[in-house]
């Protein structure tokens, strides 16, 4: 499987877990396989639709945990992001404390950063805080 | 985290509940973060959904109690609602009587008042009266 | 509690239901909070959902009970459909027989000529005849 | 089928609806098929589940519309209730005024003496007013 | 009711069931209430929602039984089908052989014939054949 | 309808709403059905099941609003509670700082007190705090 | 697959289905594993939770079609069930007229005399006609 | 039902299933009666929307097992896909290891192939692995 | 509210979370209003359902994250646990790596040396770790 | 975590995934938490529920690949079945042929002698074939 063969996260046998800070040099891109021309003669348009419903953080300013389901949608250009270093950078929030509004943003650009997309969405639905969600969406076109 | 360091309401010990009438004073703001250039280069649009079920006022007319689910959709344009103030605020209609259209309309002009948005929606849900649900909506777009 | 006070309906002590024929005399309106300058500075659009699951006639040719759920959008212009005045007129339809979309129909227009609202529509969603359910729809617009 | 041929509701051509008050009369029985040694030589025991969506009568106090599903479950000794008649005498509650617990309680003395099944129990599943669903069950047995 | 005096089906005492080919001559129509500008001086629009989740047939190479729910969908202009006899005309489906493409295509098309509509589609949501469901819309547009 | 000829809040014209202190006093009973031999000839046993989903308090030590779903069943012996009067009881706890399970304790209290039934339950569906919901049950039994 | 080798309906390439009358020869059955002690060292109890959604036959007093989705459990002595020779047992009650608690009762017997079961039982979901489900159901135990 | 005549697939006695590679030669199609002049005198539009939630293939990194639902939609020109060989063609996918982006675009480009549809998408909706669902989607247009 | 006047956790301004290892030391009890005689002259029983969806720990050998939803139910003796404590409590396996088995055997071990209870069990509703849920359960009983 | 030092597939690196046959040899246990003294003084009874709704094989007549959900509940006394080892076991019937009654009855027996529990059963519940679902069910009991 020649489009994967430089990722380090999936399958490796030990994982190391980081849990204090938002780490987006944990994220791991492959090429697109609608991208190559010999997968793809029809031209068909790719999308992706993720997502992450075991997302905790903290609070920043009470400490408490924070719980959300992170949805990704997405055109990829020439790179897709790979599965399991995703997981790893989401888990990368655990101990991170930060407001809904800013980790969908956070979430948001790197993605951008690492995929140059056509388009990308990130929008977060945070469990109830004094009986109210708040749920952020970030939304990129080129 | 600078961008909330005048809030209120979020993390004090004691906080004073007022029922009696709406009170737009209550509602509290913070900076946005998609209108931070460092914290967004990729210029992602922002939008927030809320949902506020446990709202409750009185029938101006026969002083019973009425329900509804509350919920807000805004494009925020330099600032955030703050969600405990926005409770807090809401918990204020608990002893007023008003009728679902009228406090529909007051919650969107409050709002629009207090964060100037690109664009806001506030919809009530209420219970059934007289096996009818009853729900409002008002659209604000600059 | 000014908007309201001619309402003749609401919170009155005897309510006298009239279940024989379809009596559009027996809607009331009041005139929409949105449509007031002070009331609502920032000029937002309000538009009601209204669902009545209660709601029973007769079939004009076999004479047995048709049920289905009423469901009422629209856009006020000057005017809203008081609430109590709205169950009565739809209970008026008990004991009429007329088929699903004469109801429709009709009940769309009584609410057009009450309102004259910006655009209103009204769905009935029938319960099965036959294994079959039989939804009509009217729509109207300026 | 020589077991219901003396059946007067089911596949007549012209039905007489009565809405004014309930009429026990207007239910019919036929002989079980369970009580049938050659239809069932293994004795299996029938028992039968029946919901009724579509149940109305009215408040006996205010005359307002109420309505419900009636659930009945039974066990049939000899007779079972034809389905067509039950819906009529349901129907014939449509103009009448009682309260939900002495209906629940009536449906169920009705069937009793028309099937003397081995037991039987009847559920109003009313809608809400007040906002409050008041339910009454009835249970019979021998 | 004189919009529907012609109709043959409805509340007709005793009804011929034909279950060995579809047959369109089974289909009768009346007038649209939407067409009469007596009944609808607002000139709302009227369009039909149907589901008609009991429709079986045979699979023409093997002989089985087919399952499906068609749901119709229509805007009227001069004429409405009417309820009992698009029964009976599904219903004619019931020996016949046809593949899930075919009869769709055949309803639409028979409809279309009968009540030269503005607009009219046919869904058939056929139950799973070797563990997939396969679903063909016909859209009809004048 | 001689059974509820001495209650005073159904149908009454102007009803007073209190909401400072839970208030059993409020609570009206009314002779059951179930227990008129002559209403009731099979001796059917008779039970009522009721749900009252807006019942809202205050947290005694934040003063925050609570909200709950109150679930009642009970079996009737000689008298069951009248449905308006346990909307005002229950209406009566809206400005009332308690926990949630002395409040549920206090409902089955009330009510054991008013109707001496043969047994009855309360529960109390309350919203999370903190993310958690806590749901207390008393039950009486004879 | 010895435990299977006699049977005839499955896998065979072309199947005659029957539909005019329901006929328990086309019932079929295997030994069942649970009682093969090499297979079964364990000694664990079998039973069987089938549902057939796909379920039509006639009514006989009027030849309209009935729908139903027949559910069956057991508990296997020696023998259990061949899948596609239930499928075209019940496919046999086609064009068959007949009531529902009579259909329920027979397919019961009908499986009682080919499986000797411990115990089985067979519930009939029909779908409403006149707006009513009547559900019977039919219990066997040794 | 001349236009399957020339199917090997369907009512076949004994199919022969492949499981080692997706196989794209295992597809068969059949002339679309939309496109059949005297089968649709109305023109209408044909779509076909197909759910196969059985689909299964084997991570190319790690062998292990990965499951999704595939759903088609698509618009034909000449020829719809016949459903029995698109089972096989879709079972072949089962021990042969690929990404969920892969495999999606391969199906897409695989029917787009045998088809030349109007227009044609593929939706992956593979089960998480990690917690993590991805979906894939695939859109042809000529 | 006298029952209540030791807690800690609730209403305390600054809240110190502790997040390294399960810390039973952060439970709270507060006296049973079941159990005070004055309160509950009914000596009703009195039990309580607890949900807690945001449960989260690490695996032990992995070090990746687990998910899942703690349901509590208890028969208080003489004390309730206090709900802000509990979620304090709950938080503190947050970096803590167990098993499901243990994690659950534990919460339920600590909860009954706390409160003494009649009985009380815990189910830990684990997320999937390779597709397959374990859900285990703890059941005490005095 | 002593309990589990034994154990071989969890956090392995390289997992060997056998699909010929089913093999019992890849299922591991570990020690029980509820029977260690030291972590369970209260001697709470444990139970667990694992559902594995990626099961697959194949029908040992004609070829065609099974699908069900694998519903697993038990009561441990020494052994606990160990989660990833359970995946690889289940994943082995994949390229096998058996019947669902036989398939459930190997799940059960090969459980019951790994674990020696106190009770414990199988479930298989099977997607339709020919529209029907088996569902089969194995019970163990000491
Ligand atoms: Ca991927
Ligand atoms: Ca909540
Ligand atoms: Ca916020
Ligand atoms: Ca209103
Ligand atoms: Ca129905
Ligand atoms: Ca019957
Ligand atoms: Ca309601
Ligand atoms: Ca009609
Ligand atoms: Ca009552
Ligand atoms: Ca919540
Ligand atoms: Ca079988
Ligand atoms: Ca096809
Ligand atoms: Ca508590
Ligand atoms: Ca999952
Ligand atoms: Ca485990
Ligand atoms: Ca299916």
């Known amino acids: 499987m020649a489009l994967h063969e430089n990722l380090k996260s999936l399958g490796a046998g030990a994982t190391a877990y980081r849990y204090d800070r938002p780490d987006a040099g944990l994220l791991e891109s492959f090429p697109s396989p ?24 903290l609070c920043p300013m009470t400490g408490q945990p924070d719980f959300a389901k992170i949805v990704i949608d997405y055109q990829p250009d020439r790179l897709c992001v790979e599965s ?9 929030f655990r101990m991170h404390g930060e407001f809904h509004e800013a980790s969908v943003n956070r979430i ?15 929008r977060g639905e945070f469990t109830p805080r004094g009986g109210i969600p708040f749920w952020p969406t970030a939304e990129y076109r080129r």
Request: with cysteine; charged share 15%.
């Open 108 to 122: 948001c650009n790197d993605l951008v950063a690492l995929l140059e997309p056509v388009w990308l969405t990130v």
């Open 34 to 57: 609608f991208a190559q021309p010999d997968m793809n003669p029809a031209k068909a348009v790719g999308t992706l639709h993720i997502e992450c419903p075991e997302f905790t953080c």
């Open 84 to 92: 399991k270093s995703l997981k790893l950078y989401l888990g990368s």
